[in-house]
């Protein structure tokens, strides 16, 4: 049973592009939802938070859709630094702990 | 800027040994929690806990697995006869509360030989 799904990827994009992720959850209770991003072999960090209303900061915009239960992420004129696999962390609301998705490799390229 | 750290950065171990993960949590957080990684895998949900006792855990953690606060800094993780398959990276976390955004320590990664 697969909880939270996202774009196979990898993307690979050349600096400058924009760029999409998908990500669905298949727990309709679910209430708080996130975007981190993981470089290689380093921890999962916070890169924002997902609300209801849509989110924006700087080049990237969030945005949830409770009820298809999808979640997206836009980056917007995006940076060689902006390379990296991006999670899509989706909070249970009965327990404490994330579900993760399998993530979403991002290759900026020059 | 508060962080969560973990020792040590990379334990190496012979199968059927324990291990101990240490972690010291941001320090006015409440809810701790370990996950694991195995290479090349999504993040995966081991234990959270909260007023020193555990709250939730997934079916990965087995009999094998056990989490203490011995003191008001540290939260470890006892793998207590570990097995080939536990080789991972070992991640540590901590928020302050329901709905709260989880931080994470930089991982300890295990390998057993």
């Known amino acids: 049973r697969k909880e939270v799904e996202q774009d196979p990827g990898p993307f690979n994009v050349p600096e400058g592009a924009t760029v999409a992720f998908n990500c669905t959850y298949s727990n309709s209770a679910s209430q708080s939802f996130f975007w981190y991003r993981q470089d290689c072999r380093k921890e999962p960090k916070l890169l924002m938070s997902?609300?209801?209303s849509g989110n924006e900061d700087g080049r990237f915009t969030a945005q949830l859709n409770r009820a298809s239960q999808y979640i997206s992420l836009l980056i917007r004129d995006s940076k060689l630094s902006d390379s990296a696999t991006y999670l899509c962390v989706v909070n249970d609301n009965y327990g404490q702990n994330f579900v993760f998705g399998p993530g979403t490799r991002l290759s900026v390229l020059p | 800027e508060p962080e969560v750290t973990q020792t040590p950065s990379h334990q190496v171990t012979q199968m059927g040994q324990e291990v101990i993960l240490r972690c010291v949590p941001i320090?006015?957080?409440?809810?701790f929690y370990w996950y694991r990684q195995i290479l090349g895998q999504k993040v995966e949900f081991l234990v959270s806990?909260?007023?020193?006792?555990?709250?939730?855990k997934s079916e990965i953690f087995d009999d094998q697995f056990s989490v203490e606060r011995p003191d008001g800094s540290n939260f470890t993780l006892k793998i207590r006869s570990t097995k080939l398959e536990d080789s991972a990276m070992y991640f540590c976390?901590?928020?302050?509360?329901?709905?709260?955004?989880?931080?994470f320590g930089p991982g300890t990664r295990l390998t057993v030989l």
């Open positions: 806990f909260y007023n020193n006792e555990i709250s939730e």
């Open positions: 976390a901590s928020d302050r509360g329901v709905e709260d955004t989880q931080y």
């Open positions: 997902v609300y209801s």
């Open positions: 320090s006015n957080h409440l809810y």
